[in-house]
């Protein structure tokens, strides 16, 4: 099968006339903290814009981002419930995701990261996946890659947008407006999702379901030409039942319940200087989730509260028009509460990053960064980043970077198992990748990639504590390739193979592969423009075997999804749409013994104004 998708997703390149001297399409990217051409980042680099989110129709960001090369997802249950992502092999908790340059995170989990499952593309205009390491911009948990999403602001004095989709079981609505009059911009957005769900447990009789509310307000205020004042806040409540564990400590078809509350207040001042020359963002940011469960087999709640307040300094000065000085200093407190539990810890950082075109096609990227733990101290990362553009048609990049996690509170701080002995987790990575460019706007990438993470946190079954005891690599392979086989129809696709296991020659599971962590995920897309009116597209994902955990005892079975879409626009401000998600009706596992969404019907309507 997998053969199958990856010659599906590239046949047309390999046909297609041989490559031209077209110079790539410009994308630019602002995930690197300073706004920078896709060509000159020397790392891999996908990016999704407000057309492309509409056209996947994707509700989550979890089913946006498994759409890119390397990434695999895991969830235990359907909509709602718990859900990770691995990139290139990484832990789920070894990624970051970034909203309006704000980073997320709960501080109470056991790794401080965060429920993939609950975050939802409310008013999204665009989404930036790096695969590989930028602790050297970003710090702690950049390892594996990073997810950045920026949502939308207003363009004109009044603007509108409204969708409701969905069927009797299930129901999205969104609605958002906004304007930008003068020196003030503002919108305001709300989402709402109610879900009757599947049953967590695999095989199960009750439905778990799940509701979520989302409002977001953003304003923009203008100082002058070159400083303003930007404020942003965002509230989610999400309310969800899930299968847990009986009395006998089995997992059961359970009525639990939990709750998550999140809140996200950031204020941003930027300016410039030197004519422009220097351009400067300072962000205070504060948002706490609030979380608790349910375990009604046991009449116990399990409340947890994590909070983290961060204040982000970013300054760009362009010393020319080759040579440019990224550079900035952030401090963050989290603090997780929890029964027993209610500790805080402090990381400074400092970094500096240096951007050189050194000819017109040569551009090198070099940074470092230190950071201040109050429990493990200093810490210094670095990274080089190369992209060489032998010509128009063909660009050449590379990477070898440093990435780490600093442990979490739970990790450090937990009564039984915590250890205030932990150092911060270090991986190093390196890739290379080759990128032609032909007629057609045609692309076809290859991507090598290895990473090795030293000193990783694991829970440590001697001594019943956490400690510095693992060591994993992953390594592996990226193709990627899109092509227009006519004016109005669009393929595109991308297959990935990747080795990740356990690299500790001491350890019992040496050679192992982690958990969760398919060898082999293809992708494949077709976007066909019908009509002036009739869009219609189809999507194929197929994720290869896997184990449930390092143990290899418990396999997970290969699946393919396929998922059909449409979209009708009756005029230039009304459209209908709708989908068939997982039209085979595929039985999967994405983690052991819980269950997953079965063939499913979408109906939808949307307007602009």
């Avoid at 906004?178 to 049953?199: E, F, H, M, N, P």
């Avoid at 709750?259 to 400067?280: I, P, V, W």
Wanted: proline share 3%; glycine share 10%.
């Amino acid at each position: 099968m997998k053969t199958l998708l990856c010659g599906v997703a590239f046949a047309a390149l390999l046909t297609s006339p041989a490559l031209a001297d077209d110079a790539p399409q410009e994308v630019i990217v602002t995930l690197t903290r300073e706004p920078v051409a896709l060509s000159k980042v020397g790392q891999s680099v996908t990016t999704f814009d407000s057309a492309a989110i509409e056209r996947s129709q994707s509700i989550y960001l979890k089913d946006l981002i498994a759409r890119t090369p390397s990434v695999s997802i895991a969830q235990t249950g359907g909509p709602g419930q718990a859900g990770t992502a691995r990139f290139r092999g990484a832990e789920s908790d070894r990624s970051l995701f970034i909203v309006d340059g704000v980073k997320l995170g709960d501080p109470s989990m056991i790794g401080g990261g965060l429920n993939l499952g609950l975050l939802a593309l409310n008013d999204v205009e665009r989404v930036e996946i790096l695969r590989g390491p930028l602790s050297t911009l970003w710090g702690s948990q950049a390892i594996g890659g990073v997810v950045a999403v920026t949502t939308r602001t207003p363009k004109r004095p009044f603007e509108a947008q409204m969708s409701v989709e969905g069927l009797d079981e299930y129901i999205v609505g969104k609605a958002g407006m906004g304007g930008k009059t003068g020196q003030l911009s503002w919108r305001l957005a709300a989402a709402y999702i109610d879900d009757d769900g599947v049953s967590s447990l695999r095989g199960g009789a009750e439905k778990d379901g799940f509701t979520q509310k989302h409002l977001n307000a953003y304003v923009h205020y203008a100082l002058s030409d070159t400083s303003g004042l930007r404020a942003r806040l965002a509230r989610t409540e999400s309310d969800y039942d899930f299968d847990g564990y009986n009395a006998a400590f089995q997992l059961a078809d359970t009525r639990d319940t939990g709750f998550q509350d999140e809140n996200l207040t950031s204020l941003g001042y930027y300016t410039q200087a030197f004519g422009g020359a220097l351009k400067q963002t300072f962000t205070l940011s504060y948002n706490t989730t609030k979380r608790s469960t349910s375990d009604l087999a046991n009449a116990t709640a399990y409340p947890f509260e994590g909070r983290q307040t961060s204040f982000d300094y970013t300054g760009a000065l362009t010393l020319s028009e080759a040579s440019k000085l990224v550079f900035g200093a952030s401090s963050e407190r989290t603090q997780a509460i929890a029964s027993g539990l209610n500790k805080r810890v402090t990381l400074n950082g400092l970094f500096a990053q240096w951007r050189q075109d050194v000819t017109q096609a040569l551009t090198i990227n070099a940074s470092v960064r230190y950071d201040d733990h109050s429990v493990f101290g200093g810490h210094t990362v670095g990274q080089i980043a190369v992209a060489y553009a032998l010509s128009p048609s063909l660009v050449l990049s590379s990477s070898l970077g440093q990435g780490f996690k600093a442990p979490s509170l739970y990790q450090l701080y937990d009564g039984w198992s915590g250890n205030l002995a932990l150092k911060p987790e270090d991986a190093t990575n390196f890739d290379l990748s080759v990128d032609y460019y032909g007629p057609n706007d045609s692309r076809l990438g290859v991507s090598l990639f290895g990473r090795k993470t030293d000193n990783q946190i694991d829970y440590d079954l001697s001594s019943f504590r956490y400690g510095n005891i693992a060591r994993t690599q992953a390594y592996g392979i990226e193709l990627e390739g899109e092509t227009k086989l006519t004016p109005n129809v669009r393929l595109s696709g991308n297959y990935s193979h990747i080795i990740a296991r356990d690299d500790a020659r001491t350890s019992a599971t040496f050679r192992n592969d982690l958990g969760r962590a398919p060898r082999h995920l293809a992708n494949a897309s077709v976007e066909w423009q019908a009509t002036e009116a009739l869009e219609l597209g189809a999507s194929v994902r197929y994720a290869g075997r896997s184990f449930e955990n390092i143990y290899n005892t418990r396999r997970l079975d290969a699946y393919t999804l396929l998922d059909l879409r449409a979209t009708y626009a009756l005029n230039d401000t009304v459209a209908l749409f709708g989908r068939v998600e997982n039209a085979t009706d595929e039985d999967y596992e994405t983690a052991a013994n819980y269950g997953s969404v079965g063939r499913r019907l979408w109906l939808g309507v949307r307007a602009k104004y």
